[in-house]
Each structure stands twice: as structure tokens, then as C-alpha cells.
């Protein structure tokens, strides 16, 4: 099965997406074999979802329960053929139940983190902010103890953060190059156990070995055609997820929702809008105190004229000041504290355009304060 299709071709590496290569895919698919039972697994950021595909393919089409999430609409609608569940969304705005897969095939967007607004980023750990970091800590309790992890990153984001990590989230850890070498991927397979379960001395050769492949130091082998080691068992799912589901509308929810709506809100107008009815008149005629109030609230405004023929376009407004005050005393070292004391103080405002023709005020704003 092709793993790049004609129209995504020339998108190849858009939004950091870099499908893993066929033979990669197939010689890292022969080093799982199944349980004897149901099992879900997991694609979290699974493209066209062709790998989690072939991983169910592989394990038993029968017997596997497969999901995936992807950001890119185009890739999402394209996996939704190929799996049992597919979400469009981003990873971080998913609600779905911890150690629920057996699996968690881990092909994340690779790239440094871009900072928000305030000039920080989302990134929880202390070394370099890469997505790769953020999505194995985002991911990893989806995963149920002793489920397989297949990490594909590139070999220089094994850092000693990264690194630390896996070696105490996971044993039986090993680590090849992929047979497309044009990125610089690894293939890191490993089992999810309890930290206390980890052999400090299988670790701790592991730690090494991570370290070097990621500095440069050494090379990993690349991936066998025949896997040459124990297969790694995905374990059985006891409970299918409870809870697999994106926190907000997908856009093509969104869409229909509004269509089957009429509107976001077509209720709107009835629960806000106000009645246009004609203001009754007063009970008595206003005093010049009322009439100086009810301009500074905003009540009357437009244009007024005037029984002296002037002509007014009035607004009113009322906004708050803060004035300040000082109190001095006498500390008993002989020192002076002075005390700022800011009270609110509300100042009405009346402003009125004169349109008055022939008035020597004609288009100047007045203000009565």
C-alpha cells in the first residue's frame, strides 16, 4: 500500500507531517505479534492513517479496535476509511480514557515549540521545548501497562529529558535507524512498565545507548528485514475506551449545526432583544436637577432645541476618576510613612454639538462638566 498519495505529494513535510516509509512500516509491523483477544491501538497523530491501518492488519483485523486522531481535515476525512475511529482534532484538545491501548504508535510532528502571546510555550519539562517531547507526555498514559510503544522521531531529538524518560516508562527497549534515511528517524519500540519494575542496570546500558545515537556519538542499526529479536506482544484490551471524543466541535459540526440552527443562536432576539416600546411620558414636569441627571446617565440625547431657538445635539455620559489623597505619620524610629489613599469619584459629563446657524459657538462641541 502506498504510503504518500498523489495530492498530498507535493505537501510532503506541511505542518511538520512526515508519514513513515513503507519499509519501515512493514519491518517494524513484523516485530508485534498478538494476544490471544480483543485489543485497541492507537494512532494519536496518524496522517492518512495508512500505519495504524496496516498495524491492525497485521496484529488482526478481527481482533483490533483501532483509532486515530489527526489535526489536518484533508489526512482526517482519509483515515476515517481506513480505521474504526478517527477524530479530526489536535491531540491537546482530545478527552479520551488513560490506559485504554495496547498499542500507541507514535509518529508525532517534529519541530521546535512556538511560543504564545505571552512568550511562553505549553511545554511542561525543563530541556528543549520540541513537539515530539510534548506529544510523548501528552500520549503516554493513553497507553495501559505492558502495551508496546512505536516511537518514530528523528535520532537528534533523543536528548537527556527525552531519554530519561523512556528508560523509566519502559523496558525491553530497542532502537533502529529507519530504512528511509532522509529525515533521520529512529524506531524505538518498548514495553510500559511501573518505574519500580525497571532493572536499574538494563536502564541504565539503555540510557547510554540512547544518549549516543542522539549526540552523534553512535549509530543505530538499521532496521532488520527479519526481526531478530523476541516480537513484542500487544497486550489484550479489557475495556474498549470510555471516553474517546474532541473537546470542541469539529468545523463540519460546527457548520451543521448552525445550518440546522438557522443561526448560532436564533433565540437570540427573544431572550435579549429589547421591546422597542414608546417611552411614556413622566408623571410631572421634570425639574432642572432631574433633567441635568438624566442627560449625565445618557437617558436623553439627540438633538434639542431650545425655547431660545438654540440647537443642540446632546449626549451625556458619566465616567469614573480616581482622586488622590496623602496622610503623613510618624514611624517610632522617627521615620515619616506617608499613606496614598485613591477614592473613586463618578463626574458626569454632558457634551452638545451647537448647530445652531449663526451662533458664534456653530460646529464647536461644548462640554458642562
Known amino acids: 500500500m502506498a504510503l504518500m498519495f498523489p495530492r498530498l505529494a507535493r505537501n510532503f513535510a506541511r505542518n511538520g507531517y512526515f508519514p513513515t516509509d513503507e519499509p519501515t512500516l512493514e519491518r517494524t509491523l513484523s516485530a508485534l505479534c498478538p494476544a490471544d483477544g480483543p485489543m485497541a491501538i492507537l494512532d494519536p497523530c496518524a496522517g492518512e492513517g495508512v500505519a495504524i491501518a496496516e498495524a491492525a492488519h497485521a496484529l488482526g483485523p478481527d481482533a483490533v479496535t483501532a483509532y486515530a486522531v489527526e489535526y489536518d481535515s ?28 495496547g498499542l500507541l504508535w507514535l509518529n508525532p510532528p517534529y519541530g521546535d515549540l512556538a511560543k504564545n502571546a505571552d512568550g511562553v510555550t505549553d511545554y511542561a519539562g525543563k530541556g528543549r521545548a520540541r513537539l515530539e517531547k510534548l506529544f ?84 543505530a542499526d538499521t532496521l532488520p528485514p527479519t526481526w531478530p529479536h523476541r516480537r513484542y ?45 414608546p417611552a411614556r411620558p413622566p408623571a410631572c414636569a421634570l425639574s432642572q436637577w432631574h433633567l441635568a441627571l438624566a442627560l449625565a446617565a445618557g437617558a436623553i440625547s439627540g438633538v434639542i432645541t431650545a425655547p431660545s431657538g438654540k440647537v443642540l445635539a446632546v449626549k451625556g455620559d458619566t465616567h469614573k476618576e480616581k482622586t488622590q489623597t496623602s496622610e503623613f505619620a510618624e514611624r517610632e524610629d522617627g521615620s515619616i510613612a506617608e499613606t496614598r489613599i485613591l477614592t473613586d469619584r463618578f463626574v458626569p459629563v454632558i457634551r452638545a454639538w451647537d448647530m445652531t446657524p449663526g451662533s458664534a459657538t456653530q460646529g464647536q462641541i461644548l462640554t458642562i462638566r
Do not use: N
Open 74 to 101: 484533508e489526512r482526517a476525512q482519509h483515515a476515517r476509511t481506513l480505521v474504526d475511529r478517527c477524530v479530526h482534532s489536535d491531540l491537546m484538545d482530545m478527552m479520551i480514557t488513560r490506559q485504554s491501548f
Open 136 to 219: 510523548y507526555q501528552r500520549a503516554l498514559p493513553l497507553l495501559q501497562y505492558d502495551g508496546i510503544l512505536v516511537f518514530i522521531v528523528p535520532a537528534y531529538v533523543l536528548d537527556r529529558e527525552l531519554v530519561g524518560w523512556l528508560t523509566r516508562h519502559f523496558t525491553d527497549l530497542t532502537v533502529h535507524q529507519a530504512v528511509e534515511t532522509q529525515f533521520k528517524q529512529v524506531v524505538i519500540l518498548g514495553r510500559r512498565v511501573r518505574q519500580r519494575d525497571t532493572v536499574p542496570a538494563e536502564a541504565k546500558a539503555a540510557r547510554d545507548h540512547l544518549l549516543r545515537i542522539g549526540q552523534g556519538e553512535a549509530a
Open 233 to 277: 506482544t500487544v497486550p489484550c484490551t479489557r475495556v474498549l475506551p470510555e471516553h474517546f471524543y474532541r473537546v470542541t466541535l469539529e468545523p463540519q459540526q460546527l457548520a451543521e449545526e448552525v445550518h440546522r440552527l438557522r443561526g448560532l443562536w436564533p433565540t437570540a432576539d427573544a431572550c435579549f432583544g429589547a421591546t422597542h416600546r
